[in-house]
């Protein structure tokens, strides 16, 4: 089936400094990945949709110069997280469906990343 | 209002009882209904799709109800590794725009 490939797993930064996170499509093509954050004991929430080749498309509330999302090929996409505070310190998760995928078979999810900006 | 919703419980059942999961959603174009599990400190893992006609796996059922925009989940039989947190996800048109619950948690004790 379907792998998407997150990482890292878990990143401790200090403040003001950025963190990159990678999320790779292991056995299809993405031509779209998702990213979400999710805090405790709240629901994910949709940051931005990243289309190979483009420019990404932000949700509302969500800042495009800070949370910086690359996505040159077709199984990789990046988020930077810039100048990071602890106020960013989430769960940051990616989401893929392979090209062609029919909406009804769902998304693969990355494993997330676990960030503490300290 | 948001666009889906739940119960977030908990909802603490024993060792093969029956329990089920509501989930109400806002627009009624919305277009692909899905149950995901999320284990603590996971990511979300695609349990089963909703179709209109509703769908059986194993011990798992799902249901869809256009007219009051709902789905349901039901669990017979509980096992110890049913215990997780069971999200609701709603995508509104044929695009790509995913909305999930928060989630309803589910603990099965022996």
């Known amino acids: 089936g379907a792998v998407v490939s997150q990482h890292p797993s878990r990143v401790i930064c200090k403040s003001g400094t950025s963190v990159k996170i990678e999320c790779r499509s292991l056995?299809?093509?993405?031509?779209?990945m998702f990213w979400y954050r999710q805090f405790p004991k709240q629901s994910l929430m949709l940051m931005a949709t990243?289309?190979?080749?483009?420019?990404?498309?932000?949700e509302q509330g969500v800042e495009k110069d800070k949370f910086l999302i690359n996505h040159a090929s077709l199984t990789l996409s990046t988020l930077t997280v810039t100048s990071a505070h602890p106020e960013d310190s989430s769960f940051y998760i990616c989401?893929?469906?392979?090209?062609?995928?029919?909406?009804?078979?769902?998304?693969?999810f990355g494993s997330g990343t676990r960030l503490t900006v300290v | 209002r948001k666009e889906v919703e739940q119960d977030p419980g908990p909802f603490n059942v024993p060792e093969g009882a029956t329990v089920a999961f509501n989930c109400t959603y806002s627009?009624?174009?919305?277009?692909?209904f899905f149950w995901y599990r999320q284990d603590c400190r996971k990511e979300p893992k695609l349990l089963m799709s909703?179709?209109?006609s509703g769908n059986e796996d194993g011990r798992f059922t799902a249901q869809l109800n256009r007219a009051s925009q709902y789905i349901s989940l039901l669990i017979r039989d509980s096992k110890l590794s049913d215990s997780a947190t069971y999200l609701c996800?709603?995508?509104?048109?044929?695009?790509?725009?995913?909305?999930f619950g928060t989630g309803t948690s589910l603990t099965v004790i022996p």
């Open positions: 989401s893929a469906r392979s090209a062609g995928g029919l909406a009804n078979y769902g998304y693969t």
């Open positions: 056995d299809f093509q993405a031509t779209t």
């Open positions: 990243s289309n190979e080749g483009s420019k990404a498309t932000y």
């Open positions: 627009n009624s174009a919305s277009q692909s």
């Open positions: 909703v179709y209109s």
């Open positions: 996800v709603v995508n509104m048109n044929t695009g790509n725009q995913f909305y």
